[in-house]
């Protein structure tokens, strides 16, 4: 079931694998977030590390960048996107993360943030909520 979903997407980026994340990666967010949403981690794991999916214009968070980025730790929303050249950023709200597909919010100065979808799937399924 989790990769059904995902599976619409192989067609538009060409794919014929999705390549995931072990649990033991997916785990060091969640120590560092204290949860993640149900559908994200189902993303990160069935997905998340296709490379395909990050050939693209703005920088997707993944789960080795918060590893390595420190600017990622402490911030009120667990960034998504960062767009290339760093002006906005997508993200949910840190108390959103106990939900199973929380809204996403962009922000273009890390203080005021605007809610931009009102789920990290129908996010990642419209262009129309992309961060461009």
């Known amino acids: ?10 067609p538009l980026y060409a794919v014929d694998t999705l ?3 072990t649990e033991n990666e ?7 977030f204290g949860a993640l949403p149900q559908v994200l981690e189902d993303y990160y794991r069935a997905a998340g590390r296709t490379k395909a999916f990050h050939c693209v214009q703005d920088i997707w968070i993944l789960p080795e ?5 420190e600017w990622l730790w ?10 290339n050249q760093g002006v906005c950023r997508a ?7 106990m939900l199973p597909d929380p809204p996403v919010y962009v922000t273009e100065d890390d ?4 809610l931009c979808g009102m789920r990290i799937t ?3 399924n419209e262009p129309d909520n992309m961060v461009a």
Do not use: C, T
């Open 65 to 69: 960048h918060f590893q390595k980025w």
């Open 74 to 83: 402490e911030p009120e929303y667990l960034i998504l996107l960062n767009e």
């Open 122 to 124: 129908l996010y990642s």
């Open 19 to 21: 390549e995931g994340y």
């Open 111 to 114: 203080k005021n943030w605007v």
């Open 91 to 97: 993200g949910i709200r840190r108390e959103d993360l």
């Open 1 to 10: 079931m989790i990769s059904a979903f995902w599976e619409m997407f192989k």
């Open 26 to 32: 997916i785990v060091y967010l969640k120590e560092l």
